[in-house]
């Protein structure tokens, strides 16, 4: 398992439980070193001791602790640049889904050996979707949970209104039902084409 996906997953824990419980963690979950490299690789079970540390630390189902990791990825200030990147995927939220499956390819761009499972949107009917998640067991195994996080905030960058369902697929695909109820509900979080707030404002 790619590094970066290990050193996201600390400082999720770190950011939003803070850094001692993030060493309690990392003592149940018997690592040599209390932090993990984003350049390193990993073994998935190795990360997998992580979740289930933090699962009995936490007192929280696994899918609800993946969950808000991908909201973690979108809303928390530590990672705007995150945001940004994925708020330059269209003009509003439909555009953004549509964008989704260019999103493991444009990661390898920053990130060349970083392989995110296979996204693919189905159009099911007027503002309903289907996301299908590719995923590789063990290492990516709950991917979908994590999407949904980050599907749930970007809705909210956007300012729509958005039902989302999980459940599973054939094989080692996990689905994401998407209903879009309304693209402009509320008003959306600022954001800037340019760096230094020059550009639009949403």
Known sequence: MHGLVARTLQCFLQDTYGPDLWREIATRARLELPDFEAMLDYEAQ?????????????????????EDIGTYLITHPNNEGLRRLMRYGGEDFIDFLHSLEELPGRARLAVPDLDLPLLELRDVASRQFTLICHCRPPASTGFSHVMAGVLRAMADDYGALALLELRGGSGSCELIDIT???????????????????????
């Open 46 to 66: 190795l990360v997998g001791r992580v979740l289930q540390a933090a699962e009995a630390e936490l007192g929280k189902p696994r899918d609800v602790m993946l």
């Open 180 to 202: 879009v109820i309304e693209t402009a509900f509320a008003e959306g979080r600022r954001f800037d084409l340019g760096a230094h707030g020059a550009g639009r404002r949403r």
